[in-house]
């Protein structure tokens, strides 16, 4: 089945209220000024980038698991010198510089999961060399809380201070804005041959220094959680939501055609596509409302609701649809709606929540 890309350039993932934007290598950094973790449309990590010895790792592939969910596999060091097999050398024996780890021996796997307001990379790392080896690994981070709108151009509208508050393993993002009082928590751990391994940290990296003997492994988990000053989520308030959707989801139609499998799973797919976009917030009855479109539209565009809504009755016996009405009719003036009236109270064409917004600039005008 042929599998189609929107800005091919970029992964993402996505589930309720944040986002997730990489570039191909699986990094988000300056070198694509989209790239970042949001969270109800603002960046609260404008870089993370996996380093061994400070240095990037090769990219061997990528892969996307679900919408929630990317997978990079890399390998370090990449070799530059080859001998007679091709891809290989003669003696099938790496060639190395004096006391640097063997080419190709470490085998690195790296799985990004977006949660409703938090995001886990989960880094194994395995020596297939035979010798033993000793190295860093970690992080480079960084955060800005641009808006996605600002982001995209290029050009801040709001700019603060951002703060580091940095303790052994965690790092505490702080934007000293006056209005925008976001947080980004972000803490490290891991285990090493089976024992548990002590970080550093600095404003701008967290690392451990790891020794594997051949094939031992060590598994690295790094989480960031979004901490917004407006209607901040609970652990419980994520459980609930992430509950509500997860019934939902299962309640979806499914389709077996075993005389056509090719259509079925193109039905399958566009299914679970359709139901990784509720955004999760507001009221109970709100909670299923679909935002507009991944990457650039984590938001509410009212008439694409209803539309999309409207189509997905047929799998989901209206709930989509009840869920954006209930949002939308919250957001009305008791004006009546007609589609010739350009002035306030017409249906909102788009609800955004981001820096921008809460700040009411226009992130459209010239």
Not at 178 to 196: F, I, K, M, N, Q
Request: charged letters at 20%.
């Amino acid at each position: 089945m042929a599998s189609v890309q929107v800005r091919s350039e970029q992964r993402f993932a996505w589930h309720g209220q944040s986002l997730l934007i990489m570039n191909a290598r699986g990094e988000c950094s300056d070198a694509d000024s989209l790239t970042g973790y949001y969270f109800r449309e603002a960046r609260f990590l404008r870089q993370l980038r996996l380093v061994v010895d400070r240095t990037a790792p090769w990219l061997c592939e990528t892969a996307t698991e679900s919408p929630v969910a990317l997978v990079f596999s890399y390998v370090l060091p990449e070799m530059t010198t080859f001998g007679g097999g091709g891809s290989g050398v003669s003696g099938e024996v790496g060639i190395t510089p004096p006391g640097a780890i063997p080419c190709r021996a470490l085998d690195i796997r790296a799985r990004y999961v977006v949660d409703i307001a938090s995001l886990t990379a989960r880094v194994t790392v395995i020596n297939h060399g035979l010798t033993t080896v000793t190295f860093d690994a970690g992080w480079e981070l960084a955060a800005d809380f641009a808006d996605i709108q600002e982001a995209l151009g290029g050009q801040r509208q709001q700019n603060a201070t951002v703060h580091a508050v940095v303790t052994a393993g965690t790092i505490n993002f702080q934007y000293g804005h006056p209005t925008l009082r976001y947080e980004t928590h972000v803490s490290a751990e891991g285990l090493c041959a089976g024992d548990v391994v002590t970080w550093s940290a600095t404003d701008e990296y967290v690392a451990t220094t790891l020794t594997l003997g051949p094939q031992q492994d060590a598994t690295l988990v790094l989480t960031v959680s979004a901490v917004d000053y407006e209607a901040p989520l609970s652990a419980a308030d994520v459980r609930m939501r992430e509950s509500v959707w997860q019934a939902w989801t299962d309640r979806l139609v499914r389709i077996d055609t075993p005389g056509n499998t090719l259509a079925e799973a193109t039905i399958g797919a566009n299914l679970r596509d359709l139901a990784s976009y509720p955004l999760l917030q507001g009221e109970r009855d709100e909670w299923l409302v679909p935002q507009a479109g991944m990457p650039l539209y984590p938001a509410l565009f009212g008439r694409d609701a209803l539309t999309a809504g409207w189509h997905a009755a047929m799998v989901d016996r209206g709930e989509f649809l009840d869920a954006a009405l209930c949002r939308l009719g919250r957001l009305q003036t008791e004006r009546t709606y007609d589609w010739r009236d350009e002035q306030p109270g017409r249906i909102p064409y788009q609800v955004r929540q981001g820096p921008l917004a809460r700040l009411n600039i226009n992130p459209y005008a010239a």
